[in-house]
């Protein structure tokens, strides 16, 4: 389960913004479960529904879990224990039920996973999406809804799966003191979202609005910053990062990423000498033209009113273009022959003449290391943080009972 201990590394290290939830939409249709993949439920377990209330079917047996670590007990303690599993969710939030719509029964809620000792039900997962799946609804075909459906759900049920096991385990080894710290945060973030709103009311109207409470934001905020806290101070301390690797890093990207090539913000008048009845009179205007430009008449002005090239109307601005950009290679060499400022000779080719100026200059060079050191060592630090933050949450799968239903998706 390497992609989810990624997802989640890379969502931190980009920095979680506050976690929110989103209006309703209803339950997704039953086709849009899918099996197979890595996170494939046993066929054993493959059912309508999951609850808490689950019993077995004659003669079935449950199945076992699908990743490391053993079942909590035995078989039958297992059925004992899943019948007894709370489901976390709020007395406002409709339970574990079945409901009828246009002739077809569809789960208001059910268990999409279960965490050790804590599940993850399908309003966990859907509750947060529902603004935007009724968007997508709306601009999106059946077929590729669907698909967008199944691969957000996909991604955030991993990503759930994996900040419960941080979580977990962070809970473990939280002290007093990091706890009355984490109060005092939560106590600022509330003062924070109070303020933003303009009073108490109007932020639990806001919240209310959007599907969600003051007490299920503060809880997934307390979850956010318990997670970025617990793996900063695990894992940071354990990244170091060598002037050799700095080195490397950079010899490696270098071509691609710091040396500049020269760019030249060119302006350019095309006289076409098929719009004049004679060769010479093209030739007159080009010239008559070039000697105002020369004079420093506004150049943009002077392309406006007599170019036929596609950017007239733009003042002859074709913006920055690197050697050999410009398909006229006539053109090209006038262009870079000259300084910032610089206009050069009439250039002339079988069915036109132009006349060439060069409105900025950035010559080419390549970035030295000491000037990018220190975001080399940002990315870096970053990569190797994601990389260990995956590894540790590798671990914590291994060490953990993990069963996802994903019949119930």
């Known amino acids: 389960m390497r992609w989810a201990a990624w997802v989640l590394a890379a969502g931190l290290a980009a920095g979680c913004g506050r976690a929110r ?7 997704l249709e039953p086709r849009m479960a899918t099996s197979g993949g890595e996170y494939a439920a046993d066929s054993a377990s493959v059912e309508a529904e999951v609850s808490p209330a689950r019993r077995a079917a004659p003669g079935e047996t449950l199945a076992k879990p699908v990743r490391g670590g053993p079942a909590p007990d035995g078989e039958a303690a297992y059925k004992a224990r899943l019948e007894e599993v709370p489901i976390p969710v709020p007395p406002s939030r409709t339970p574990l039920v079945a409901y009828e719509e246009a002739g077809e029964v569809r789960l208001v809620d059910a268990v999409l996973a279960e965490v050790n000792e804590e599940v993850i039900t399908r ?3 859907f509750g947060p999406l529902r603004s935007q799946m009724r968007q997508w609804r709306k601009e999106l075909p059946p077929e590729e809804f669907e698909g967008r459906c199944r691969a957000v759900v996909d991604l955030r049920l991993r990503e759930a799966i994996s900040e419960r096991l941080v979580i977990q385990e962070a809970k473990r080894r939280l002290s007093d003191a990091q706890k009355e710290e984490l109060e005092a945060t939560l106590g600022q973030v509330l003062k924070d979202l109070v303020a933003e709103a303009g009073s108490t009311l109007l932020l639990e109207e806001r919240l209310k609005a959007e599907g969600s ?5 503060m809880e997934r905020e307390r979850e956010r910053i318990l997670v970025q806290r617990f ?6 301390p354990t990244i170091h990062i060598t002037r ?3 080195l490397d890093y950079y010899n490696k990207v270098r071509a691609q990423r710091y040396e500049k090539e020269t760019q030249i913000q060119m302006r350019l008048i095309m006289i076409r000498k098929s ?5 010479a009179q093209a030739r007159a205007l080009a010239d008559a033209v070039l000697k105002r430009a020369e004079s420093g008449e506004d150049f943009a002005k002077l392309a406006r009113q007599y170019s036929h090239d596609t950017m007239a109307e733009k003042g002859g601005d074709w913006g920055y273009v690197t050697q050999g950009a410009f398909g006229v290679r006539a053109v090209n060499d006038a262009l870079f022959a000259l300084g910032r400022g610089g206009i050069a000779p009439l250039v002339e080719t079988a069915d036109a003449f132009y006349i060439v100026k060069a409105e900025d200059r950035q010559d080419g060079r390549t970035v030295p ?3 990018v050191q220190a975001e080399m060592e940002d990315q870096i630090r970053d990569a190797k943080y994601n990389e260990t933050v995956s590894r540790y949450i590798q671990d914590l799968y291994g060490k953990s009972y993990v069963r ?3 019949e119930n998706l």
């Open 21 to 27: 939830d989103d209006g309703g939409l209803g339950a």
């Open 123 to 125: 309003e966990d997962i």
């Open 213 to 217: 409470t003051v007490e299920k934001t």
């Open 231 to 236: 793996l900063r101070e695990r894992i940071a």
């Open 244 to 246: 050799s690797e700095l």
């Open 275 to 279: 719009e004049f009845p004679e060769e």
């Open 369 to 371: 290391f000491t000037e």
């Open 404 to 406: 996802v239903r994903r």
